[in-house]
Structures are given as structure tokens and as C-alpha cells.
């Protein structure tokens, strides 16, 4: 079965194409859903030109139309951000406002175009934090129509005020491996169900 | 249909069964429930003896154990909250700390028992909090193991420092009526797709 | 006494100069720091090149160099945000992002160069999400040296779910007005008292 | 000089005095501000009956009021708490509710009780959640009157989904014990200065 697609945003500060820790959990997370015949595609959002704001376009030079697009052929979208201060990245929060607009996307039931698509988290930095942006994530996407499966995020971070980089361990650590596989189990199948039988109108 | 089962508790700091806003809210959510077939049962917090910590019982005395058997035989469970400085009540993060547990609590393929659940929340307050109180539920809920349907959350706050509270309105406002009928049409249209098909084990 | 400096990065998604809220509650908090004798600017951030990423500088075109040389100048640093999903503006996460470089500014004796500074906090949005953006600059802001006077953040948002601008309200709404004032007074009585006696060396 | 007091809350879940990691960084935060003078008395909440509630006094058997006289005496306030599902602990929570009774406790210039106080926080948990309880807690005691001094929560967490206890490290990790250490001069520093000249009236 291939038929499910994810789109991953990654949302290092970091432009270019180097090596970025939530690249790499990232990409981790997208090779675990496609064991389960999900084909996915990741962006790195810094290496575009996302305009601030929270309309669908922001006109002129606006790259979010484009990212938008895959995100609507989704059913799965997973946000990958380092951890910054305790706290998801600005690229990610500038991502979350694009979506923001989705509020306004209903159909005549009044239901919006996210509502069968599931989202997912991958949290990373070098040290706390994930917990706190798992939280502003999972509200941040829930507001804007995503379900959320149980066991949403995996992460990993080091111990307190250490400054080792996820994407120079070496390995993957055991427990975040395992996480990733249960997040990948858990969307895969919610996925499907909402994808077969979608949410009807209120009522 | 009247298949499915909902707990709801309601985590007022109030004691002795007065009027509160978020048993209020809470019973607004169970009867919206109702409406889908969803039968439920409300439990203030603070009228229990629920003890301090972090197991599935702690001991003499501990409420918990009985608590958690309904939860364990709900397939929706609502989590009405007051905001408090901006946050979830201190009641509301004692019930949460007691489903850490259920981290505990897998069958013999790692799955938790919690995992068929759907989680939703009721939040209100006199002003400012709501979104950051789900933020926070949302987060411990899904680590523990609930799926939260699109649009998991509904609620009521007033203009920034006001005093009013949600019981002494008069009436229900518009949005949070509407918010509170999505929340119920998703989780129960959600509940029943898991109850049917549960997630498989990770692999 | 116009002895004291303050600098207001007004964190709007807007770029151009139109009208914004974050700009307005920021100016009433620099009006209400000169009645005490304090300058300010504010520099709205989103018309200025600032960088992502969380060094001092950025490299060619990256105007956050010639703000933080403004920062390093004030004694106290206003951030005004809007709040989008319940959460401070992705631009305001891209300037405390840049503040995290302050880190590594240290004296002989391991002082930050931002401790003699008093950090305050302008919150505007239609509804919802103030005090957990207190909560989010807050921590952030102390984390990187800045100390926070009592009642630190002035504020305003609508009833839940309300649409209405701050700066479309015609006025200023009482409490907001009076939470600013409070907020300047207590501002500068801790600015002029670190300015004069500075945090010693620890040990 | 020993002209200041503090006074700690430790906010384990734990009853009954055993051993207990936010106890220990409590512990420690109180020896540190020994040597600068200041002396401490710790208090585990949870030791107490505090009842649920966001009054000074919740009546007959409620444990809060001979804290609350501690609390007024003492010029530094230090919130310890463990560290549950990514948050501060219910009983931290608790105590923060009770705090909020002070926005009633104004002098004749309108100036809250708590004004010339200093909060500083001491967070601990097996692994992620620090900064985000650093966020809330800054935000509840600011929001009710207490100055926060540069750099005023020390805190240790391991890495990510590990178990191990803060109290079973068999030695203070280095970079904890800086940063309890410069937390302790900035927090008398400040406390001194807020002594000697308080807030004036707002105007």
C-alpha cells in the first residue's frame, strides 16, 4: 500500500542545506511512515521565501502557496523544529501563522480542508524544551483542523545546559528511535481510518 | 446508538458542589455528546479525596482507583477546566499527573490502554488562558496516550481583566455554543472509528 | 531626569508602517516611560533585514547588528507582540532568538552585558494568548540577563473568539491603561536602581 | 550582614519527608543565599494541608495562612518544584493559586504586598520540562507582584525519556551549581537594593 503522502516541514534556522538536527529527525520520521506506505517529502521552510503573515498568499515572492499545495495533498503533516530558549523555533511559528489561514478554508458543511489530515511532531535541541513544544504545536495544528494520534511527538534533547547536537551522536538514541516507530504505527493508521471515513458535519 | 461512554471531569478548585463555570462548560459538552449517541457521567475533582502524586493508586484513602476505573471504561474523556493566572487549575494538573500511569499500563504489545481513547477539553475562565491551557493539556493527555479529534477544545473567556463568569452570562455565547457542537460531532464520529479499528502494534 | 534609555522592538507581522496594534500599545508604553523621564524608539522588526538565527550577526544584509547596538544602549528593552494562536508573534521568537547571543557576552567577572537591564512586555491581540506570552518572553528574556520589574507586562485582548483590533477601539480601555502606568513606574525605579548599583561578580 | 530571609516552597508530590530532588536544588538554592547573608527556611508544601482555593484564608484546617505570614516576612521567595510530564507540579500550582490572593493586598498608593519581593525558582525533573516551568511560574509570581532577578531559576533535567533522580546523581552536576550560585548573588543583590528603596506609587 503507497496510499497515503506526508509532507514534512523542517524548521532550522539554519539556511542552505547543512546539517541540521531537525533534518535528521525529521527525515527519520518520514522513513518510518514510509514503512508503512507512506511516501513523504521534506522542506527545509528557512530555504524558501515564507513571508510573515496569515493569509493563504502573502502576494509577491510568497513561497507558502507552493508549500501549501503539498500540504493539502497530504494526509499526513509532520513539523520538525529545533528547540530554541525552551521553545519551538521562529521558522516554526512563522509556519503555524501560515496556517493559521486555514480557519477561513471550509467546505459547505462547514468543515475545514485540514480536518482529515493527522499531524505529527519531531522536537529537537540540546537541551529542554521538547515537552513545552509539543504543547504549543499540538495546539497550534489542532486549532487549524489537525488530529492528532496518540503519541504524536518523538524528541530528543540532551541533559540540562548541554550543548551536543542530535546529528552528532553518532547513533540514535534507543527511546527516541522507539518513540518514532509508535508515532509512525500510530499516524499511518489514524491516517487511513479518517481518510476512509472522514469527520461529517456538525450537527 | 447509544454505544459510547464519556467521562468528564470537571476540575474547579471549588469544593461542595456550588455553581461553577467549568462543571458548567463540562455538562455543555456532555449533552452535546448525548446528542451523538455518547451517554456521560461528570466528576468534580475537588470533591474527591484524590491524593498528590504520580501512580495508579496511591494508597488509603486515594479516590483515584475509583476515578480511573470509569476512565478506563470511558472511550471519550473530557477534561473541564477553570484558568487560573492564565493556566489550568492546580486540581486539573493533579487528575493529569495521575494518568502519567497509564504510561505503565501496555498489553502484550506495548500498546496503552488509553490508546482507543479520545480526549477533549471544556476551558474557561474570566479572561485570558484558554489556548494555553490546551496547549498543556493537549500535550500531557496525547502522551498518555489519547488521540485529540480536530478542534479537541471549546471555551469562554472575557475582554482582557474582566470579572464575569461563564455561569453568570445568562447565555450561552454564539461561538462557544458552535465550538462546543464540532468538538462533540469530531470526537464521537473519532471515538467510534478507534473503537472499531484500534491501533496496531508498532512494528 | 533624562537619564534613562528605552528600546521598544515592536514585533507586528505587518510590514510598511501601517497601523498596528503591537505599535500602539507600544508607543502608550513609551509615553508613559518618558513621563519618568526615560527616551524611547521603537523599531517595528518585521521592516527591518533581520536574520534568522541566533548569533550576534548574521552576515551581509542582516540589519539585527544595528538594533542590538540600540539594545545595548537602553536600559530597558520593550518587546510588543501580537498574539497569533494564542502564542507571541514568530517575529518576536526570530528577536528573542537573536537576544540568545547576548549569552556569550560576559565581563571579567562572567557578567552578561544585558544585567543592568529592565525587561517589560506589551501584549495586544483580538483574543486569548497574553499571559502565556508573558509566560513564553519571560522566561526568555531572563534567561538572557534581563531583569523583570513587578508587573512587567500591560496588555489587551477581546472576549473569546472576538475579532475586534486594539488600536480599532476608539480608546484606550480603562485597566490596560492603568496596568501601563504601573508597569512604566515600576520600570524605571529598577532601571535607575541597577544602572547606579550593577549586579556584583557571583561568588 | 545577615538583614535578609527567605523563604523556600518546596513542591514535591511527596509526602513525609523522604528524600526529594526539588528538597535537595532547594536546599542548595537556601545555602547559597546563606552565604550572602540571607537566611532560609524551607517549607514541603505537600507536608501541609493547603486547601485548593485562591483566597489568603479557605477556612478551618487550611495550612496556608502561617505560610502566607512566612511568605510576607521573608525578601526572597523561592519556588522549588518538580518536574511532572513537562510541567511544574500540582503543588506548585496550588501554592501559585494561593499567591493570587495577593492582587487584593494593596497599601494606600495602590502597591501589592509582594512588591518589594524577589522570586527566584529551582526546577528539577528526570529529563525536559525546565524551561517551560521557568516560563509559567516566572509569569504567576510576576503577575502578583514579585521582581525576578537576571538569570533567576537554576534547574537540572537529564536527557531526554531518561529516569534517573536529581537526588541519586551523587554530585552536583558543575554547571548546575554555577548557575544556583549566580542566582543567589543576583536575587540578594536585587532584594537589597528593593529593600532599601521600594516601588513608589505609580504615576
Given amino acids: 500500500m503507497s496510499d497515503l503522502k506526508a509532507l514534512g516541514l523542517v524548521c532550522t534556522l539554519k539556511r542552505g542545506g547543512g546539517p541540521s538536527s531537525s533534518a535528521l529527525l525529521g527525515q527519520q520520521v518520514l522513513d518510518a511512515l514510509a514503512e508503512h506506505g507512506c511516501k513523504g517529502e521534506l522542506i527545509r521552510v528557512a530555504d524558501r521565501q515564507v513571508a510573515f503573515g496569515v493569509s493563504k498568499d502573502e502576494g509577491d515572492g510568497d513561497d507558502w502557496p507552493a508549500i501549501r499545495e503539498k500540504m493539502l495533498e497530504a494526509d499526513i503533516l509532520l513539523i520538525a523544529t529545533p528547540i530554541w530558549m525552551g521553545q519551538p523555533s ?3 511559528k512563522m509556519a503555524l501563522e501560515r496556517l493559521d489561514a486555514e480557519l477561513g478554508e471550509t467546505d459547505d458543511e462547514g468543515r475545514l480542508s485540514t480536518y482529515p489530515k493527522v499531524a505529527v511532531m519531531a ?6 524544551g521538547a515537552h513545552h513544544s509539543v504543547a504549543e504545536i499540538s495546539q ?5 483542523g489537525f488530529t492528532l494520534p496518540a503519541n504524536a511527538a518523538t524528541y530528543w534533547v540532551g541533559e540540562a545546559m548541554a550543548s551536543t547536537d542530535y546529528n552528532d551522536l553518532g547513533s540514535t538514541p534507543e527511546k527516541t528511535a522507539g518513540t518514532t516507530k509508535t508515532l509512525a504505527t500510530n499516524a499511518v493508521h489514524l491516517a487511513r481510518l479518517l481518510k476512509d471515513a472522514p469527520y461529517p458535519a456538525a450537527g
Same sequence: chains 1, 2, 3, 4.
Fill in 90 to 92: 521562529s521558522v516554526c
Fill in 123 to 128: 522536537i529537537v535541541g540540546n537541551e529542554d
Fill in 140 to 144: 497550534a495544528l489542532n486549532d487549524t
